[in-house]
């Protein structure tokens, strides 16, 4: 009769060393990955041209650069501080809308797109 009296502590005590367990896990996760964006000019004799670039990968186009993100993890964080200086002709910077469209794109991605403002 006394082992019964002890089996609710023990099942408390397992309880208790489980969550401490997933607790430790839990804080050991790794940071999300961040990644930069950044704006690069090509400047021709005729035109400019425009390239998005993540670490060592260049886009040319919006599209180019979404299929790319698309492939990163959930929680990913990309990070743009693109400066103060405009052309007028940028790709995502020169129309209002086409910056919203973008993110609301890394939102439905869960990628946490963060524009540093400048000034």
């Known amino acids: 009769m006394k082992a019964s009296k002890h089996i609710p502590c023990l099942l408390g005590m397992l309880l208790l060393g489980f969550c401490s367990v ?3 896990e839990a804080a050991q996760s790794p940071p999300p990955p961040k990644y930069r964006l950044e704006l690069v000019y090509i400047f021709d ?3 400019t041209e425009y390239i998005f670039v993540v670490g060592n ?6 599209d180019a650069l979404k299929k790319f993100l698309s492939d990163l993890p959930p ?4 990070e743009w ?3 103060c200086r405009r052309s007028g002709r940028e790709p995502l910077l020169s129309s209002e809308q086409d910056m ?3 993110k ?3 939102a439905a991605k869960k ?3 963060i524009l540093v403002p400048s000034g």
Do not use: M, N, R, T
């Open 45 to 47: 004799a005729d035109s």
């Open 75 to 78: 929680a990913s964080i990309l």
């Open 104 to 106: 609301a794109f890394c």
């Open 57 to 62: 990968v260049g886009f040319k186009s919006v």
């Open 22 to 24: 997933q607790a430790q």
């Open 100 to 102: 919203e469209d973008f």
């Open 81 to 83: 501080a693109p400066g």
């Open 111 to 113: 990628i946490s797109f």
